[in-house]
């Protein structure tokens, strides 16, 4: 018995994320892949980090679907996190199910496009929020409030999250920012703002948006060209014909229901030029 104890240490301590440094805890540098060995004694600092985005969705259905859809074994959708309705307590902490290791990439993304890179599910960590969207009610669309538990988890998970993989606050993102002409989510009622001030996310200065907005009124229709072309330097795909059309007008309520949520409605206004510009001005210099 004695004989396999030193090997299945050695198997264990290998399949470890962090192998390397108990590997020189143990005061060796080698890793036994059975039937090869690696030398780790030299490594180089030319890299980073291949997670650089952090996504958030919400999941349209109740909890029970939720985690069906998320796990069920037909090559369909998936995510890193999901957050229940009501997160369970364990220990005085908010507990979030991690449906797939970060190591992994999740199908949570599907087409997208950010800035220079397309294909996010590559490069990023995805969090599913339970929570039911919206219907379509006379009045427009009626969306669904998160709860507080729910919204203090995404905190400390991003904030978390953000730190590990060094996720600079303008690839934290909406789903709806890197496919706004499918996806929604997490909608309006997402609190980018606040969770801005706790210094999770993108938030542009006030004192860019007064600037740019340069005495206007913030519902004056401002120029189209403008915003396709500060939203396209920010990071979003959005034509350049200086049209509003179908396209840029759903580009339009996603830029809206990240940093406007109070008027969604798709209009090329003048605040929504500020807005872009300013956030141009602070990420994209
Ligand atoms: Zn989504």
Redesign the pocket.
Known sequence: MKRITIPLLALILAGCTHEKNALIEQGNYKIDRGNYTVDTRITSANANERIRFLVM??TAVDDKESLRLLTQPDGGASAHYLIPSVPAVDGGKPVVLGLVPERRRAW?AGVSHWAQRDNLNDTSIGI?IVNLGFTEGLTGKHWYPYTPEQIELVARMAQDIATRYGISPDNILA?SDIAPQR?H?PGPLFPWEMLAKRGIGAWPSKEAVVKYLAGRDPAATASVKVIQTALAKYGYQIPQNGELDEETRKVLIAFQMHFRPSDISGSADAQTEALALALVEKYRQ
């Open positions: 969705h919400y949570h599913e789903h996806k989510d």
